[in-house]
T-cell receptor, first 112, second 116 residues
């Protein structure tokens, strides 16, 4: 079965400290994985994607994610949080057959 | 390229009424998707079009829901006999036809439906 699990529903960090948002997946196929961000009252925006090329993927706004097949993980990181990073983040699995599965989301809070 | 647009942005309707939402994808994107997102949850896949053909439907799409994409351009999602459980944000996304299947989707702002 295909599934995506975001391990934390909420993460709170201080501005300037590292961010780690955790995502595990289950897939019978070679997965394509994405991270999207959703700011309040705004549409979903793609942060980065993994499609079987380099396992360390760099995205926009200083975010990056590492695909680890042995751990079935695709965690999102950023070295230094900014207030503008406060948003909802979704890990997404493309299963083939044009169906995509979203995780439940992680709400990131950034404290001044 | 003006992005994916959806209309209306908000819809309030009474239980039992029919509603229709429209999505205009990015021009030249031949793939189009509909999702439903409820509060505190990630978007749930509803259906997928490649050009005018509806190729995939979720079991979430009951017989009260119907989607069309005439001529492979804009798409409509209709909900008949609305129920309070239909209250949600309905998202539309489009993507280009990328060889190999891996793609990124561009999302519209969504239509928020409230059924009273």
């Amino acid at each position: 079965a295909q599934s995506v699990t975001q391990l934390d529903s909420h993460v709170s960090v201080s501005e300037g400290t590292p961010v780690l948002l955790r995502c595990n997946y289950s897939s019978s196929y070679s997965p394509s994985l994405f991270w999207y961000v959703q700011h309040p009252n705004k549409g979903l925006q793609l942060l980065l994607k993994y499609t079987s090329a380099a396992t360390l993927v760099k995205g926009i706004n200083g975010f990056e994610a590492e695909f680890k097949k042995s751990e079935t993980s695709f965690h999102l990181t950023k070295p230094s949080a900014h207030m503008s990073d406060a948003a909802e983040y979704f890990c997404v699995l493309y299963t083939g057959g044009f169906k995509t599965i979203f995780g439940a989301g992680t709400r990131l809070f950034v404290k001044a | 390229d003006t992005g994916v647009s959806q209309d209306p942005r908000h819809k309030i309707t009474k239980r039992g009424q029919n509603v229709t939402f429209r999505c205009d994808p990015i021009s030249e994107h031949n793939r189009l998707y509909w999702y439903r997102q409820t509060l505190g949850q990630g978007p749930e896949f509803l259906t997928y079009f490649q050009n005018e053909a509806q190729l995939e439907k979720s079991r979430l799409l009951s017989d009260r829901f119907s989607a069309e994409r005439p001529k492979g351009s804009f798409s409509t999602l209709e909900i008949q006999r609305t129920e309070q459980g239909d209250s949600a944000m309905y998202l539309c996304a489009s993507s280009p036809n990328v060889a190999g299947g891996a793609y990124e989707q561009y999302f519209g702002p969504g239509t928020r439906l409230t059924v009273t």
